[in-house]
Nanobody, 121 residues
Framework: VVQLVESGGGSVQPGESLTLSCAAS????????MSWVRQAPGKELECVSS???????YYADSARGRFTISRDNAKNTLSLHLNSLKTEDTAMYYC???????????????RGQGTLVTISS
């Protein structure tokens, strides 16, 4: 059974940083593209970033230059480092597993329960 467990969210001030993690199990993690997606209150699900099985990455415009996605295939872990956080980054962040080894944007397939990131002064 595929399991994705996110952690690392919290409440921080604008300009600060956070690192989100996703522990994956139940599948061969190294074979698949993985994504981070988010959903702000009252808004639709939004793509943040993806990383393919070969390590190539994609960032949405809102994330490019501020966020860094990475994966540790030995530890079956996906990470997202968020820098220079803004109030508009407030959202529930989910990791998602693709059925493909590579994606060109984000997958919104199987997701975990999410971790909440709140940015406020």
């Amino acid at each position: 059974v595929v399991q994705l467990v996110e952690s690392g969210g919290g409440s921080v001030q604008p300009g600060e940083s956070l690192t989100l993690s996703c522990a994956a199990s139940g599948f061969t993690f190294s074979m698949y593209a993985m994504s981070w997606v988010r959903q702000a209150p009252g808004k639709e699900l939004e793509c943040v970033s993806s990383i393919n099985n070969d390590g190539s990455t994609y960032y949405a415009d809102s994330a490019r230059g501020r966020f860094t996605i990475s994966r540790d295939n030995a530890k079956n872990t996906l990470s997202l480092h968020l820098n220079s956080l803004k109030t508009e980054d407030t959202a529930m962040y989910y990791c998602a597993k693709s059925v493909w080894p590579k994606v060109t944007t984000c997958t919104t397939g199987q997701r975990g329960q999410g971790t909440l990131v709140t940015i406020s002064s």
